[in-house]
């Protein structure tokens, strides 16, 4: 059984979370946990949702945790109703392309 979720609407801001998305600015210490000062992915962020891109407005370590990423992106505005993979991309290396959002209107 899957764990029941709130489809996102087309043109809202939603929040990734992943690891794996590298250095940050300033660079941050090796598994302690982040303070609420933060630290930004030293290079951008980009993501397609649908293989459509989506705007990504930011990309940080995640306060209180150590290694924990969250990436905010905005669903584009185009999207039919369906499920949509989720493809972020940093440096030329991409998420895999299996975590799918549901879009509903």
């Given at each position: 059984m899957g764990t029941p979720t709130i489809p996102a609407k087309p043109g809202e801001t939603i929040i990734l979370w992943g690891t794996g998305f590298g250095p940050t600015t300033p660079a941050a210490p090796v598994g302690v946990e982040v303070p609420p000062t933060g630290f930004v992915t030293?290079?951008?962020?980009?993501?397609?949702i649908?293989?459509?891109?989506?705007?990504?407005?930011?990309?940080?370590l995640s306060q209180g945790f150590a290694?924990?990423?969250?990436?905010?992106v905005t669903v584009p505005a185009?999207?039919?109703?369906?499920?949509?993979?989720?493809?972020?991309?940093?440096n030329g290396a991409a998420s895999p392309g299996n975590v799918m959002l549901t879009a509903h209107q």
């Open positions: 030293a290079s951008n962020v980009t993501a397609t649908g293989g459509q891109p989506a705007a990504v407005s930011g990309a940080a290694a924990l990423y969250q990436i905010v185009g999207l039919a109703n369906g499920d949509y993979p989720i493809v972020a991309t940093i």
